[in-house]
T-cell receptor, first 113, second 114 residues
Framework: SQKIEQNSEALNIQEGKTATLTCNYT??????LQWYRQDPGRGPVFLLL?????KEKRKERLKVTFDTTLKQSLFHITASQPADSATYLC????????????FGQGTTLQVKP | DAGVIQSPRHEVTEMGQEVTLRCKPI?????LFWYRQTMMRGLELLIY????????DSGMPEDRFSAKMPNASFSTLKIQPSEPRDSAVYFC????????????FGEGSWLTVV
C-alpha cells in the first residue's frame, strides 16, 4: 500500500529564511499531490496541488516541486514569518479514480523572530 | 459559505457509552470524508461517501464504528460502545467531486473517552 513519509522532527528556522519541507512516498506515482497547513486545534487547510506533469508550482511565497523519479515533493516557504509556524501535511490519492486521500504525519515548522 | 460544520466540538464520555458525531458538508459538495487524527497514527481516513453512498469504509477500525449519510447535507459517525482508545480528533471533510480536488475540513470533534 502507498506510504507517505514526512520528517517527524520539528523544523526550526529564523524569520526571513527559506523553510524546506520534504514529502516522500513509496510505490506508485500519484496523479497529483497536495499540501495542507494545520494550526493547533484546527482542521487542515488546503494550500497547493501539483500534478504529475508539473515540475513546480508557486503561490505567493510558497513553492512546491514534484519529482516522480525520486518519488518526492519539496515544499518551500520563502521569506518565512512567525505566522508561518504550523504543521504542514502532504496528501496523495490512493488511486487515480478515487478522491480517497491519505496524509503524511506532517512536519511542524517553527519560525522564530 | 459557512464551511464544513461539525458538532459537538468537544465531548467527554465514559467508556461503554454511545457517541454520535455530526457533520454538515459544504453545500454542493458531493464527496464527504470522515478522518481520525491522533498523535501516534496521524490523520487516518475512516470512510468516504460520494453522492450520499459509502464508497470505501476500509478505514473503519471495527464494527463499533458506523457512519451514515441520509442526505446530501448531513452525516453522522457513531461509536457504540466507545472505548478509551477511541479518544482522538474526528474530522469531517467535503469535496466538490471525487478526485483531484481540494478537501475542505471542519474544525473537528475532540473526543475523550474515560
Amino acid at each position: 500500500s502507498q506510504k507517505i513519509e514526512q520528517n517527524s522532527e520539528a523544523l526550526n528556522i529564523q524569520e526571513g529564511k527559506t523553510a524546506t519541507l520534504t514529502c516522500n512516498y513509496t510505490n506508485y506515482s500519484p496523479a497529483y499531490l497536495q499540501w495542507y497547513r494545520q494550526d493547533p486545534g484546527r482542521g487542515p487547510v488546503f494550500l497547493l496541488l501539483i500534478r504529475e506533469n508539473e515540475k513546480e508550482k508557486r503561490k505567493e511565497r510558497l513553492k512546491v516541486t514534484f519529482d516522480t523519479t525520486l518519488k518526492q515533493s519539496l515544499f518551500h516557504i520563502t521569506a518565512s514569518q512567525p505566522a508561518d509556524s504550523a504543521t504542514y501535511l502532504c496528501a496523495l490519492p490512493v488511486s487515480s479514480n478515487t478522491g480517497k486521500l491519505i496524509f503524511g504525519q506532517g512536519t511542524t515548522l517553527q519560525v522564530k523572530p | 459559505d459557512a464551511g464544513v460544520i461539525q458538532s459537538p466540538r468537544h465531548e467527554v464520555t465514559e467508556m461503554g457509552q454511545e457517541v454520535t458525531l455530526r457533520c454538515k458538508p459544504i453545500s454542493g459538495h458531493n464527496s464527504l470524508f470522515w478522518y481520525r487524527q491522533t498523535m501516534m497514527r496521524g490523520l487516518e481516513l475512516l470512510i468516504y461517501f460520494n453522492n450520499n453512498v459509502p464508497i470505501d469504509d476500509s478505514g473503519m477500525p471495527e464494527d463499533r464504528f458506523s457512519a451514515k449519510m441520509p442526505n446530501a447535507s448531513f452525516s453522522t459517525l457513531k461509536i457504540q460502545p466507545s472505548e478509551p482508545r477511541d479518544s482522538a480528533v474526528y474530522f469531517c471533510a467535503s469535496s466538490p467531486q471525487g478526485g483531484g480536488n481540494t478537501i475542505y475540513f471542519g474544525e473537528g470533534s475532540w473526543l475523550t473517552v474515560v
